[in-house]
C-alpha cells in the first residue's frame, strides 16, 4: 500500500508561484511513474504533469514553460513548482503513483486547493 500526502496549496495572485509537495511512504520512485493532476468545477480531471521512473518529464501545452514536475528521491517526495501562475490554474491539485503496466490505476493523495485569484 502506497501513502501519498500533498502540501503546499493555497491562496496566490496571479503572476505568483507556488511549490507543491508530494510524500511518498517509502521508496516507491523506482518501481511507480508519478503524477500530478487536477480537477476544478465544471472541467474534467486533467493531468498536469509526470514523470517516470526514468526522470522522463511529461507536461500538458497549457502549463509547459511554467510548472515544472521533480523528484527528491533522498526525501520519497515529488514536486510541482508552479510558476506565472494565472487564474484558470485554479484547481485542487492531486499527485499520484502508478505502475507504468496500469495507467490508470495506481494511488492517490487526498489533493490541496490551489486557488489563483486577485
Known amino acids: 500500500q502506497v501513502q501519498l500526502v500533498e502540501s503546499g496549496g493555497g491562496l496566490v495572485q496571479p503572476g505568483g508561484s507556488l511549490r507543491l509537495s508530494c510524500a511518498a511512504s517509502?521508496?516507491?520512485?523506482?518501481?511507480?511513474?508519478m503524477g500530478w493532476y487536477r480537477q476544478s468545477p465544471g472541467k474534467q480531471h486533467e493531468r498536469v504533469a509526470t514523470?517516470?521512473?526514468?526522470?522522463?518529464?511529461n507536461y500538458i501545452e497549457s502549463v509547459k514553460g511554467r510548472f515544472t514536475i521533480s523528484r527528491d528521491i533522498a526525501k520519497n517526495t515529488m514536486y510541482l513548482q508552479m510558476n506565472s501562475l494565472k487564474p484558470e490554474d485554479t484547481a485542487v491539485y492531486y499527485c499520484?503513483?502508478?505502475?507504468?503496466?496500469?495507467?490508470?490505476?495506481?494511488?492517490w493523495g487526498q489533493g490541496t486547493q490551489v486557488t489563483v485569484s486577485s
Open positions: 499520484k503513483a502508478y505502475r507504468a503496466s496500469n495507467p490508470y490505476g495506481g494511488y
Open positions: 514523470v517516470s521512473t526514468d526522470g522522463i518529464t
Open positions: 517509502g521508496s516507491i520512485f523506482s518501481i511507480y511513474y
